[in-house]
């Protein structure tokens, strides 16, 4: 049974007074966090809100050679360092009762949206959601260039190949 963190609640009960926004809208809410642990490439533990799924993100299998790589990326930027959360506001949970969020770090004062460069370097795939604050499909856009570029799992992918997990 999936317990929920008092933390995510009282989020909720400040979220539903405030008009909900999306990644790059000024509505843009972001919470603040601290990663604790990477569980894998796309599943982060964080003090607030216990485990947390980064939102329109397929994972790759755990015999891609590119897991690893991917895994210690996320290690590098999550692991005991701030981090902030784009929570969604519509569907927060998913079906294994993780926190679903846009994951951004920090980077030369700068935050970075952590789920784009996942797609970007070739370390997961995009994977549209229904029900979301959050529309990755623009996201197609940068796993696009990372398979035309043959990077990450897309180093020997051939164009008109099923994919295959």
């Known amino acids: 049974m ?3 963190p008092i933390s995510f609640i009282l989020f909720l009960i400040i979220c ?3 008009p909900v926004g999306s990644v790059g ?3 843009f809410l972001p919470i603040e966090d601290v990663g604790l642990a990477v ?3 796309v599943l982060i533990e964080s003090e607030l809100f216990g485990l947390v799924r980064l939102l329109g993100l397929t994972e790759i299998s755990e015999d891609n050679k590119y897991y690893k790589p991917a895994e210690e990326y996320v ?3 999550v692991e005991e360092q701030r981090i902030m959360l784009d929570v969604d506001g519509i569907s927060p949970v998913d079906e294994l009762g993780h926190i679903r969020a846009v994951v951004y770090y920090k ?3 700068r935050w970075v949206n952590l789920n784009i460069e996942m797609v970007q370097l ?3 795939r995009v994977m549209p959601i229904a029900n979301s604050q959050i529309d990755p499909k623009a996201w197609f856009e940068y796993e696009k260039i990372a398979r035309q570029e043959g990077t990450g799992i897309w180093e020997e992918w051939e164009p008109g190949e ?3 997990e």
């Open 107 to 109: 980077n030369e004062g």
């Open 122 to 124: 070739g370390y997961a």
């Open 162 to 164: 099923l994919f295959e």
């Open 75 to 77: 290690k590098e930027r």
């Open 2 to 4: 999936f317990k929920t």
């Open 39 to 41: 569980l894998s490439p």
């Open 25 to 27: 809208e000024e509505n």
């Open 16 to 18: 539903t007074s405030m």
